[in-house]
């Protein structure tokens, strides 16, 4: 339901066409320019529904390329769709165009399409997911200049704290989209999962229309987390201790068998 269909595509007269799905509402960054920096519990609402699309394209090996504000169209009954797949590489695709050109756009770019990288994967689309939350609840991108300057600010310059441009963005929040826009995609979310759950504590825990149970349902999210990672945790210290209680059998085990040989080499000597 957040992905804008397209129902054809073809060529009349030399031209080329396609009919897509009519939405009936702006785009987010029209919302931005017009309204000003959106309320941090909507923005992330938006965000989530934007982070099922990444997830959907990736398990059909699909990176769209070009995740910004003006590519998220929000509908008068807040449905966001994901538009606009002109840059979209299916699998591991070149990341860069025929022409050498870097494809997307510079105030948007993940730091690997900067660089003209080839293996992109759905953490691309989460750092520029991350820079368009940025946007959202911000009122403008992390970092202005000219394209050469973005893109270099993109690849090598410090993460801004969204914070510094609107309190109201609270601390929880500012943290997961400054792990969203990690330079190094190892340290972003790994998975879209880990970052739907995160967005959707700190919206709960943040928005001040919530009731109760809402806050206390976060406060559940965020306990549950917690004891998810402990186990982790858990199960990596149990699966070192066996490991080296295994390590510590073997050595036994060798040293019964070199004790027993001992006492048989003993023996030998001692009936000479």
């Given at each position: 339901?957040?992905?804008?269909?397209?129902?054809?595509?073809?060529?009349?007269?030399w031209k080329y066409y396609f009919s897509m799905e009519f939405v009936d509402g702006r785009t987010a960054e029209e919302i931005v320019d017009k309204d000003?920096?959106?309320?941090?519990?909507?923005?992330?609402?938006?965000?989530?529904?934007?982070?099922?699309?990444?997830?959907?394209?990736?398990?059909?090996?699909?990176?769209?390329?070009?995740?910004?504000?003006?590519?998220?169209?929000?509908?008068?009954?807040?449905?966001?769709?994901?538009?606009?797949?002109?840059?979209?590489?299916?699998?591991?695709?070149?990341?860069?165009?025929?022409?050498?050109?870097?494809?997307?756009?510079?105030?948007?770019?993940?730091?690997?399409?900067?660089?003209?990288?080839?293996?992109?994967?759905?953490?691309?689309?989460?750092?520029?997911?991350?820079?368009?939350?940025?946007?959202?609840?911000?009122?403008?991108?992390?970092?202005?200049?000219?394209?050469?300057?973005?893109?270099?600010?993109?690849?090598?310059?410090?993460?801004?704290?969204?914070?510094?441009?609107?309190?109201?963005?609270?601390?929880?929040?500012?943290?997961?989209?400054?792990?969203?826009?990690?330079?190094?995609?190892?340290?972003?979310?790994?998975?879209?999962?880990?970052?739907?759950?995160?967005?959707?504590?700190?919206?709960?825990?943040?928005?001040?229309?919530?009731?109760?149970?809402?806050?206390?349902?976060?406060?559940?999210?965020?306990?549950?987390?917690?004891?998810?990672?402990?186990?982790?945790?858990?199960?990596?210290?149990?699966?070192?201790?066996?490991?080296?209680?295994?390590?510590?059998?073997?050595?036994?085990?060798?040293?019964l068998v070199v004790l027993a040989l001992s006492l048989v080499l003993n023996a030998v000597f001692l009936i000479r």
């Amino acid at each position: 339901p957040n992905l804008i269909t397209v129902y054809d595509v073809g060529r009349e007269d030399w031209k080329y066409y396609f009919s897509m799905e009519f939405v009936d509402g702006r785009t987010a960054e029209e919302i931005v320019d017009k309204d000003g920096p959106m309320e941090t519990g909507y923005a992330v609402g938006i965000t989530i529904q934007i982070a099922k699309v990444i997830n959907y394209l990736w398990e059909n090996n699909v990176v769209h390329c070009d995740i910004k504000p003006g590519n998220i169209l929000i509908s008068k009954d807040d449905i966001a769709k994901l538009g606009d797949f002109g840059f979209a590489r299916i699998g591991l695709e070149l990341g860069k165009g025929q022409d050498d050109t870097v494809l997307g756009t510079p105030e948007y770019i993940s730091p690997e399409q900067a660089m003209g990288q080839r293996d992109l994967d759905f953490r691309s689309d989460i750092y520029s997911l991350g820079v368009s939350l940025f946007h959202m609840v911000t009122g403008r991108p992390p970092y202005e200049g000219t394209s050469r300057m973005i893109l270099t600010k993109h690849v090598r310059g410090e993460v801004p704290d969204p914070r510094e441009l609107n309190k109201n963005v609270s601390r929880d929040l500012a943290a997961v989209i400054m792990k969203m826009m990690a330079k190094n995609r190892e340290e972003r979310y790994q998975s879209v999962e880990e970052l739907i759950e995160d967005l959707t504590i700190a919206r709960m825990s943040e928005d001040p229309s919530a009731d109760d149970s809402m806050v206390g349902r976060a406060a559940l999210l965020a306990a549950i987390k917690k004891e998810k990672m402990l186990t982790r945790k858990y199960q990596e210290e149990l699966k070192e201790t066996l490991a080296k209680l295994k390590r510590d059998r073997l050595l036994l085990i060798l040293l019964l068998v070199v004790l027993a040989l001992s006492l048989v080499l003993n023996a030998v000597f001692l009936i000479r």
